[in-house]
């Protein structure tokens, strides 16, 4: 693994505004058909935002076929950083043209085989099932030396199939970050982490983008990148998991989902610094930590009594917890007696 990290402080400044990416679309959208507010199709005589002969010829022309989270994110942001977009384009119309409206230009309705054969970089920023379909649609437009790349995370550059007997180049870039919305995706992406694999030519631009987005680097390879998407699933999706089991405890509690965040939030942010800090286990605390048996049967039968849908999960992750304690130093009564509570009766 080669592992590098820059300093994202400048960029949290931005001022951003806009609470939705649809909204920012409209507010900062400048198109020709306003009275409608329908997106327009490019006409004949229209142009990509930049041709092959782009004057900008120290940067490399980008294009993006699929324009979520993440493709909206990388567009808006190599846009920022002074590479020429030859375009955006998506299956539903509507989701590029909110993308030209963050990056304020005007909308240019492309096909996919129009965006393919004007980028020196083509993102295809679609769901993973989809990259290497999509691929095979338009390789035919690329021409050698092309940077074909996605950012799936479970996926390397194996799913481009014959791209290096073609002449491309290739690109995996997954961003260590969630996503949940446009506006979010572009104040989120700098100076996150990002998990590469590629061709030489294709790491190469990948780390340059990294750098321009002051973000860190790490390099996994195509057969390790499942197991690295499980290691992001642990961190991201299963601490919401956690929350929608802690916010339905607060339910029976009568606290409504909206206050129990609001009031979990400064526990569960001291919780992660101390473990970025100090690391997972020497930062545990809790009942389990300090081998307090007693709290723990009361909990589980609180939760069988109240939220028996919870109580296989409270054990398991503290089955987990117990663990932890033991390396940490907990001693070996203090473990039988803790595995013991958590006995299913």
Not at 2 to 14: D, E, P, V
Not at 27 to 36: F, Q, V
Not at 49 to 61: D, E, T, V
Not at 307 to 328: D, F, I, N, Q, T
Request: aromatic content about 6%; charged content about 20%.
């Amino acid at each position: 693994m080669q592992l590098t990290c820059g300093n994202s402080q400048s960029l949290r400044q931005w001022p951003f505004f806009l609470t939705s990416s649809v909204s920012a679309a409209i507010l900062g959208l400048k198109m020709t058909a306003r009275s409608s507010g329908r997106p327009r199709a490019r006409t004949a005589s229209s142009r990509p935002i930049a041709s092959r002969h782009s004057p900008l010829a120290n940067r490399k022309r980008v294009g993006f076929i699929g324009a979520g989270r993440v493709g909206c994110a990388v567009a808006w942001h190599c846009h920022r950083l002074g590479h020429p977009v030859a375009g955006v384009t998506d299956l539903q119309p509507k989701q590029a043209w909110v993308v030209y409206g963050l990056m304020k230009e005007k909308y240019e309705r492309l096909s996919s085989r129009e965006v393919a054969a004007a980028s020196e970089v083509l993102f295809l920023t679609v769901p993973d099932a989809h990259i290497g379909p999509v691929f095979e649609s338009v390789r035919r437009w690329l021409i050698p030396g092309t940077i074909v790349a996605h950012c799936s995370g479970a996926f390397g550059p194996e799913v481009f199939a014959h791209a290096r007997e073609q002449g491309l180049g290739t690109l995996a870039l997954h961003p260590v970050q969630s996503f949940s919305s446009h506006s979010q995706a572009i104040r989120s992406l700098p100076g996150s982490f990002f998990a590469a694999d590629g061709s030489a030519s294709g790491l190469l631009f990948g780390h340059r983008l990294v750098r321009q987005l002051q973000g860190g680097w790490v390099i996994v390879r195509g057969r390790d990148r499942p197991l690295y998407h499980v290691m992001c699933v642990f961190a991201s999706n299963f601490v919401s998991a956690l929350f929608d089991a802690a916010e339905e405890i607060a339910g029976e509690l009568g606290i409504s989902r909206r206050r129990a965040g609001r009031m979990l939030e400064p526990l569960a942010r001291t919780a992660l610094d101390n473990i970025v800090a100090q690391g997972a286990g020497p930062s545990l605390t809790g009942p389990v930590e300090r081998g307090d048996a007693l709290t723990v049967a009361a909990h589980l039968q609180a939760l069988e009594k109240r939220a028996p849908r919870l109580a296989p999960v409270y054990r398991e992750m503290s089955g987990r917890l117990v663990e932890m304690a033991r390396r940490k130093g907990l001693d070996k009564a203090a473990v039988r007696k803790m595995e013991k509570a958590l006995e299913e009766r």
